[in-house]
């Protein structure tokens, strides 16, 4: 369920959020009937969870292994950018279009905590008082994104393995040349998957601007068997 968090600036309820995604990992979560948030150093921008420059380094690991993050697009309008960010040579791209109450709203029964915040673009020097500050804070590049975070902590709470042990492990299984990154990425809980509403999360489903027929066709069998009340758009693009 949504909890709000000092740490999370949450928007308004009635702020439209989009969720661009591929049809497989569509179909996923209308099958599962869940978010499902992956940890924040499988991510494919190796800088995020690290650390500002005037924290302690040794902290480092809390951020990047103990968080948990599902991303959408904050925006009153369809994003081309967005598109070609998120499509696929298939053309098999779709966006969920909501709120961010209707997002909360469909959480509620969930017993895991979930925090909800905008990700802030400005490289400043946040105060050393809590390892989720470098959850919501991204580099200027990428401010393009508009980004509202969901973040859930480890279920565990656990820090990552002792990596010498892990190493003499795989050394006695016969594996080696394990960096020290490499080996922290693949070990672990990877993902958590938080269960959702489906009938309040989803507003609409947009179809993107190259969808072929194919797409729709699919999308509209899904839709009569699961999840009958959302509305199946073209992009207006």
């Given at each position: 369920?949504?909890?709000e968090?000092?740490?999370f600036?949450?928007?308004?309820?009635d702020?439209?959020i989009?969720?661009?995604?591929?049809?497989?990992?569509?179909v996923?979560l209308?099958?599962?009937?869940?978010?499902?948030?992956?940890r924040?150093?499988?991510h494919?921008?190796?800088w995020?969870?690290?650390?500002?420059?005037?924290w302690?380094?040794?902290?480092?690991k809390?951020?990047?292994?103990?968080?948990?993050?599902?991303c959408w697009?904050?925006?009153s309008?369809?994003?081309?950018a967005?598109?070609?960010?998120?499509?696929?040579p298939?053309?098999?791209t779709i966006?969920?279009k909501?709120t961010?109450?209707r997002?909360?709203?469909?959480?509620?029964?969930?017993?895991?905590?979930v925090y909800?915040?905008e990700v802030?673009?400005?490289e400043k020097?946040?105060p050393?008082?809590?390892?989720?500050?470098?959850?919501?804070?991204k580099?200027k590049?990428?401010v393009?994104e508009?980004?509202?975070?969901l973040?859930?902590?480890s279920p565990?709470?656990?820090?990552?393995?002792?990596?010498?042990?892990?190493k003499?492990e795989?050394?006695?299984l016969?594996?080696?040349?394990?960096?020290?990154?490499g080996?922290?990425?693949?070990?672990?809980e990877?993902?958590?998957?938080?269960?959702?509403?489906?009938?309040?999360?989803?507003?609409e489903?947009?179809?993107?601007?190259?969808?072929?027929?194919?797409?729709r066709?699919s999308?509209?069998?899904?839709?009569?068997?699961?999840?009958?009340h959302?509305?199946?758009?073209n992009?207006?693009i």
């Amino acid at each position: 369920m949504y909890e709000e968090h000092r740490v999370f600036k949450t928007p308004y309820d009635d702020c439209e959020i989009w969720k661009y995604m591929s049809f497989t990992k569509f179909v996923w979560l209308i099958a599962k009937k869940a978010l499902y948030f992956s940890r924040l150093d499988q991510h494919d921008d190796s800088w995020e969870g690290f650390l500002p420059t005037n924290w302690d380094i040794k902290d480092l690991k809390y951020s990047r292994f103990n968080a948990y993050i599902n991303c959408w697009h904050m925006n009153s309008d369809e994003s081309d950018a967005m598109w070609k960010l998120y499509g696929n040579p298939a053309d098999e791209t779709i966006a969920i279009k909501t709120t961010v109450g209707r997002l909360k709203e469909s959480m509620k029964k969930s017993a895991i905590s979930v925090y909800i915040g905008e990700v802030d673009y400005e490289e400043k020097e946040w105060p050393e008082s809590n390892l989720y500050f470098p959850v919501i804070c991204k580099r200027k590049p990428f401010v393009h994104e508009k980004e509202l975070r969901l973040c859930v902590p480890s279920p565990s709470g656990d820090n990552p393995p002792d990596l010498p042990q892990c190493k003499q492990e795989l050394d006695r299984l016969g594996v080696d040349n394990w960096s020290d990154s490499g080996l922290l990425k693949e070990i672990g809980e990877k993902g958590v998957s938080v269960s959702v509403d489906l009938s309040q999360l989803i507003d609409e489903v947009i179809i993107s601007p190259k969808g072929k027929d194919l797409l729709r066709e699919s999308l509209q069998y899904i839709k009569e068997i699961k999840i009958p009340h959302i509305e199946i758009k073209n992009s207006i693009i």
